[in-house]
């Protein structure tokens, strides 16, 4: 069954420094998410993606973060210089089509650790 | 805007016993609503969605019929096992504007069957 995957599982690092998280959704999907979870708290919805830009983002989705597709298959989201409250668990998710009956799949995540 | 609320776990359960999670929503729209569940160690999966109003979304033994007059969820088994152990989030998708149908999560319920 086709699903979709992220690495790294968990990236450390130093806060100020950039981080990559990489996600390849399922291969005919159109519509790409990127979603945090801070230990103990709600999963938030930080951004969507569709036919290459951004069709919605969240408040907390602010200029130090950016999504990208380069290729085909991958769709990667950056903090540019991470803080200490931006550890969290990060899941990215993506769906057929545009329908809000439409499920959304998620990745296993990428635990962030900011020191 | 939208909003989930779920009771409180963690919840711990001996093999057998009957579940029963609450969910209640606030929607602008008319939702579609799911419940994931997130096993240790891996991300979110779908568990079930109702889409409209008096579905029952069903999988695995779990129910949870789409009450629009309570605005409710709530998630029911009627004999839970020590593999169901697991994070259960509610959550709705509405149309937000912008068309991306993003997910509004509950905070989670931890529950933990016993032997």
């Known amino acids: 069954e086709p699903e979709v995957t992220q690495t790294p599982s968990h990236q450390v690092t130093q806060m100020g420094q950039e981080v990559i998280l990489r996600c390849v959704p399922i291969s005919n999907h159109l519509y790409f998410y990127w979603y945090r979870q801070i230990l103990g708290q709600k999963v938030e919805f930080l951004v969507s993606f569709y036919n290459n830009e951004i069709s919605e983002k969240s408040e907390i989705f602010d200029d130090q973060f950016s999504v990208e597709r380069p290729d085909g298959s991958n769709f990667t989201l950056k903090i540019r210089s991470t803080k200490l409250e931006d550890s969290a668990m990060y899941f990215c998710?993506?769906?057929?089509?545009?329908?809000?009956?439409?499920?959304?799949?998620f990745g296993p995540g990428t635990r962030l650790t900011v020191l | 805007g939208n909003s989930v609320t779920q009771m409180e776990g963690p919840v711990t359960l001996s093999e057998e016993a009957f579940l029963t999670i609450n969910c209640t929503y606030t929607a602008t729209g008319y939702p579609s609503l799911f419940w994931y569940v997130q096993y240790p160690g891996e991300g979110l999966q779908l568990l079930l969605k109702a889409t409209k109003a008096d579905d029952k979304g069903s999988n695995k033994g779990f129910e949870a019929t789409y009450r629009k007059e309570t605005t409710s969820f709530h998630l029911e088994k009627g004999s839970v096992q020590v593999s169901d152990s697991a994070v259960y989030f509610c959550?709705?998708?509405?149309?937000?504007?912008?068309?991306?149908?993003?997910?509004?999560f509950g905070k989670g319920t931890k529950l933990s069957v016993i032997p």
């Open positions: 959550a709705l998708s509405d149309f937000s504007g912008a068309g991306s149908y993003q997910l509004t």
């Open positions: 998710a993506s769906r057929t089509s545009g329908a809000s009956t439409d499920t959304q799949y």
